[in-house]
């Protein structure tokens, strides 16, 4: 007999980026997932709004969970990769007792703030150390207090509760898996949010590593901006409409695809900071090479703001000469029509944070 008091719906997964608030639910059935609600709202902060930026991101959660009747009040959330700190560290096994005392030691020794100011968790790294060695790895994840206290601040003025605060790099690792794009092997994803990227090496035994890049989709946005003395809104369609461009072999030998002015604009605008995160991409992978030991990668896999812009997967699969994907959880959930009739199903990369979030247990 089926508990009656079973609540069928996941927490709230939800995310507060930039410049955009996300929230997604699922309906859990015997170990499968059903779309229950998804929603997205852009939002715009002026200089002068900082103060109030806080009471309008909240006034923002409380429409979108009452307009597009999310069930419950229970959320699970994460802060951004700019405000959080994650510091891997390895110990020797005979270091096991008194372990919380040697996280916040090493903690007080690299965090440039003092931990008596940090909110500190740890996470147990198995996978992240060369064959044969000895000892246990962890991630310090730590995050300055005044953030924390002001994330959940702005969940509480919502009216909602917080079951949960998460990182981003297990939210990815959640989506990954469980929409099917992490099988054999290991695996490359990059997440590009709207001023960051997040670059993870996944394996069958879990993360392998991670860095944060410095650069994200409004960085490119603004260039085309500035290059082309044209608004914002105008750059958002452009990456979207031209992108890279990128030519197959067959193309190559035809001679097809010639690109328009507008085109080559874009591309040649856009060219350097996809040439920057792809040295990122790189460097990140040469030091998981030194830590791990040389390891192949079987698949790139593209997460967030990287499906708005056009033939990206193909200039990092021609780049690395590795299968690339874009990351759609919208291809994969058991997903009803009309819960994305005011969403671009092609866009359901934007949610690969807030879906690893709803499905954390």
């Known amino acids: 007999m089926k508990n009656l008091f079973k609540q069928p719906y996941s927490p709230i997964g939800l995310e507060i980026s930039h410049d955009a608030i996300r929230m997604i639910q699922v309906k859990k059935d015997n170990g499968s997932f059903t779309l229950h609600r998804a929603a997205e709202e852009n939002y715009e902060l002026d200089k002068d709004e900082a103060e ?52 916040i030691e090493n ?6 703030y003092k931990v008596e100011q940090a909110v500190i968790d740890y996470l147990p790294i198995e996978s992240f150390k060369k064959p044969g060695e000895g000892g246990k790895s962890f991630w310090i994840i730590a995050s300055h207090r005044s953030l924390v206290e002001e994330h959940l601040s702005v969940i509480n003025e919502a009216g909602l509760h917080t079951k949960a605060l998460d990182i981003q790099p297990c939210a990815l690792m959640r989506s990954l898996v469980t929409t099917g794009y992490a099988q054999e092997g290991n695996h490359l994803l990059v997440h590009m949010g709207d001023r960051d990227s997040l670059f993870l090496f996944v394996g069958k035994e879990g993360l392998l590593g991670q860095r944060i890049y410095l650069k994200g989709y409004q960085d490119m946005a603004d260039k085309l901006t500035e290059g082309l003395k044209i608004e914002r809104p105008e750059a958002f369609r452009l990456l979207s409409h031209y992108g ?48 791990i030991g040389e390891i192949r990668i079987e698949k790139i896999v593209l997460s967030g703001k990287a499906c708005l812009i056009r033939n990206l997967d193909h200039m990092i ?45």
Do not use: W
């Not at 903690?107 to 440039?112: C, D, E, I, Q, S």
């Open 52 to 103: 109030e930026g806080s009471k309008k991101k909240a006034a923002i959660i409380r429409n979108m969970a009452k307009d597009y009747s999310f069930s419950g009040r229970q959320v699970v959330t994460t802060l951004s990769n700019r405000d959080v700190d994650i510091l891997p560290v390895r110990l020797p096994s005979a270091q096991e007792n008194g372990l919380e005392e040697k996280i």
């Open 107 to 112: 903690a007080r020794a690299r965090l440039p």
């Open 244 to 291: 890279f461009i990128s030519r197959t072999p067959d193309q190559e030998k035809k001679g097809a695809h010639n690109p328009d002015s507008t085109s080559r604009a874009v591309h040649e605008i856009i060219l350097p900071g996809f040439k920057g995160t792809f040295e990122g991409i790189k460097n990140f992978v040469n030091y998981c090479h030194a830590e």
């Open 317 to 361: 699969e021609q780049g690395s000469d590795i299968k690339t994907e874009v990351l759609n959880p919208f291809t994969t959930l058991d997903v009803k029509k009309d819960e994305l009739a005011h969403i671009d199903p092609m866009h359901g990369s934007v949610f690969s944070v807030p879906l690893g979030l709803t499905l954390r247990e």
